[in-house]
């Protein structure tokens, strides 16, 4: 059974840094592009990011972009999501996503990707 994990969520004030993991298993996930996504309160889930399989291509959404990266260590089956320079309004529980089209293409859509994890919640306070 696929599982996917997200860890690394927490309190942590404007300007700060979190680093979070999504760790999979199940099955070996180096071949699919993985993506993040966030849901803050009152909001519709967001693309924040994704990565290819190969980690050679990563697409963020504009709000985070310059401030979030994303890396892969496919040895690990695990993907990362870097987040500098926090604000209040990245406050939402953020969600790691597998796409099951080998070799694909990132994209921003949600219903595009066919695995989900668990969420981890990440507030930031002003």
């Known amino acids: 059974q696929v599982q996917l994990v997200e860890s690394g969520g927490g309190l942590v004030q404007a300007g700060g840094s979190l680093r979070l993991s999504c760790s999979a298993s199940?099955?070996?996930?180096?071949?699919?592009?993985m993506g993040w996504f966030r849901q803050g309160p009152g909001r519709e889930r967001e693309f924040v990011g994704g990565?290819?399989?190969?980690?050679?291509?990563?697409r963020f959404a504009d709000s985070v972009k310059g401030r979030f990266t994303i890396s892969r260590d496919n040895a690990k089956n695990t993907v990362y999501l870097q987040m500098n320079s926090l604000k209040p309004e990245d406050t939402a529980v953020y969600y790691c996503?597998?796409?099951?089209?080998?070799?694909?293409?990132?994209?921003?859509?949600?219903?595009?990707?066919?695995?989900w994890g668990q969420g981890t919640q990440v507030t930031v306070s002003s």
């Open positions: 996503a597998v796409k099951n089209w080998k070799f694909g293409v990132v994209t921003g859509t949600a219903n595009e990707y066919d695995y």
């Open positions: 199940g099955r070996a996930f180096s071949s699919y592009p």
């Open positions: 990565i290819s399989w190969d980690g050679d291509s990563t």
